[in-house]
Structure formats: C-alpha cells, structure tokens
T-cell receptor, first 111, second 116 residues
C-alpha cells in the first residue's frame, strides 16, 4: 500500500475554504485515493474517494492531478463542526481490502 | 449507508481479566472485518483482519494469543483482550466492507477500554 504524507495540523476560520494536500509518490496504477474524517472518540467516517481528476460530493471535493502523486481535499466554507482529523488513504481497495492509516491532518476551525 | 455497531461503547476492567468486544454489520454481510487500535492523539493502527469461517490474520507485532479474534458469522466479529494490562487501555475500532455496495469501508463507533 502506498505511503502517504500529510501536514500534521492546519488552522482555519469559519467560512473559509480549507485545502488539505496529501502526497503519495508511490501510488500504483490500480490505487484509489480515499479520505476519512474522524472526530474524537468516534470511528472514521468516509468523506470522498477518487481515482483521477476531480470528484465532488455534498461535503467536499477531491482534486487529483494527472500524475496522481498527490491529491487535495477541499472543504468549502468550513464550520466549527469540521474540526476533526482527516486521513488520506491510498490503495487498491478492490484487492487488498485492508486500509493502512497515516498520521492524518488535525484541522482546527476557529470562530 | 451501511452501519457497523460495536458493543460495548466503553468498558473498564481490572488487570488480569479478559474483555470481549463485539463488532456487528447491521444491514449487510461482511466476509471480512478489520480491527484497529488507537491511542490518544495517534492514528489508527491495524491489528488484524478477521475472516468469516477462518483464522484471523494478524499484523506484525500484534500478539495473536492476547488478542483473540472470532468471526463466527457474516455479521459478527469479536475481539477478546485476554489477561488485560493497563497498557492495553486504548480505543478499539472495527470496520467492514459491504462488497455488494461498492468499495466504501464502514467503521464502527469504537470501544474505549480502560484497564485498571
């Protein structure tokens, strides 16, 4: 499974757009990129998943450049409730099944 | 989306005793479930892969005789922490994938274990 690198922490203010970048230089052809959100004392929650270009859902967007060696999770207009740890995971989810978590990015949103 | 539950949500036990944690997929069948452990301010660490009807696969460094995993049905996996010690105090999280619904993996709410 490809190793990922994320910033340890980020700060933002309510209403701002937050972009969290994840590096995965060794991503394989069949690997997908998945982002999870985790609040304290809770299990991770799926946010978004993609393979290339751009994916958008009701809570976030995921930008993946052509070389796929990095990806950016974009959270529009964050609120206090978006304060959490965000994990970027890379792997061929159709064959390996297990997910190996990296360090994650601790996002703190201030009023 | 699919739901994974865990029971209990928290447990306190004395050193030397055993504790069982249940993980259930409520509305789907899961041939494979995963167990993670998370210490405060740290990331999730995969402990083992639980396979229905067969032995679990443990990650390197995880004592299989201490962390017993049983996956007796397609909706239930259990993790038993045997002869618990204070250093086993942690947040234990299970996950499962609904293979019929795509590639999203669903996580349980976690179980907080405190060993005194």
């Amino acid at each position: 499974l490809a190793k990922t690198t994320q910033p340890i922490s980020m700060d933002s203010y309510e209403g701002q757009e937050v972009n969290i970048t994840c590096s995965h230089n060794n991503i394989a052809t069949n690997d997908y990129i998945t982002w999870y959100q985790q609040f304290p004392s809770q299990g991770p929650r799926f946010i978004i998943q993609g393979y290339k270009t751009k994916v958008t859902n009701e809570v976030a967007s995921l930008f993946i450049p052509a070389d796929r060696k990095s990806s950016t999770l974009s959270l529009p207009r964050v609120s206090l409730s978006d304060t959490a740890v965000y994990y970027c995971l890379v792997g061929d989810i159709r064959s390996t099944d297990k997910l190996i978590f990296g360090t994650g990015t601790r996002l703190q949103v201030f009023p | 989306g699919a739901v994974v539950s865990q029971h209990p949500s928290w447990v306190i036990c004395k050193s030397g005793t055993s504790v069982k944690i249940e993980c259930r997929s409520l509305d789907f069948q899961a041939t494979t479930m995963f167990w993670y452990r998370q210490f405060p301010k740290q990331s999730l660490m995969l402990m083992a892969t639980s396979n229905e009807g067969s032995k679990a696969t443990y990650e390197q460094g995880v004592e299989k005789d201490k962390f017993l995993i049983n996956h007796a049905s397609l909706t239930l996996s259990t993790l038993t922490v045997t002869s618990a010690h204070p250093e086993d105090s942690s947040f234990y999280i299970c996950s499962a994938r609904d293979v019929l619904a795509g590639y999203e993996q669903y996580f349980g709410p976690g179980t907080r274990l405190t060993v005194t």
